[in-house]
Nanobody
Framework: QVQLVESGGGLVQAGGSLRLSCAASGRTFSRDVMGWFRQAPGKEREFVAAINWIYNINYADSVKGRFTISRDNAKNTVYLQIYSLKPEDTAVYYC???????????????????WGQGTQVTVSS
């Protein structure tokens, strides 16, 4: 059974940092595109970042310079390091994976086959 399990969320003050993790299981994900999305209350799910197996990376413009995505294929895990957190970063952060998404579609949520349950990030001002 394929599972993606996010962890690392929490309540932090503005300006703080967090590292989110997404552990994949059920098969190897070393060749998958791994992505992070987030959804704030009352808003649509939005793309944050994605990385493929040869370490091409894309970021949403809104997070460039503050978010870093990385992966450890030996651990079947993808990470999202977040610096300089802002209250507008408050959202549920979701991990997603898919074996084959072309780079132009990395920001399209429905293109991903597998999703985690999400981890809440709350940033206080």
């Amino acid at each position: 059974q394929v599972q993606l399990v996010e962890s690392g969320g929490g309540l932090v003050q503005a300006g703080g940092s967090l590292r989110l993790s997404c552990a994949a299981s059920g098969r190897t994900f070393s060749r998958d595109v791994m992505g992070w999305f987030r959804q704030a209350p009352g808003k649509e799910r939005e793309f944050v970042a994605a990385i493929n197996w040869i370490y091409n990376i894309n970021y949403a413009d809104s997070v460039k310079g503050r978010f870093t995505i990385s992966r450890d294929n030996a651990k079947n895990t993808v990470y999202l390091q977040i610096y300089s957190l802002k209250p507008e970063d408050t959202a549920v952060y979701y991990c997603a994976a898919d074996p084959s998404i072309p780079i132009p579609n990395w920001g399209v949520a429905r293109a991903y086959a597998y999703w985690g349950q999400g981890t809440q990030v709350t940033v206080s001002s």
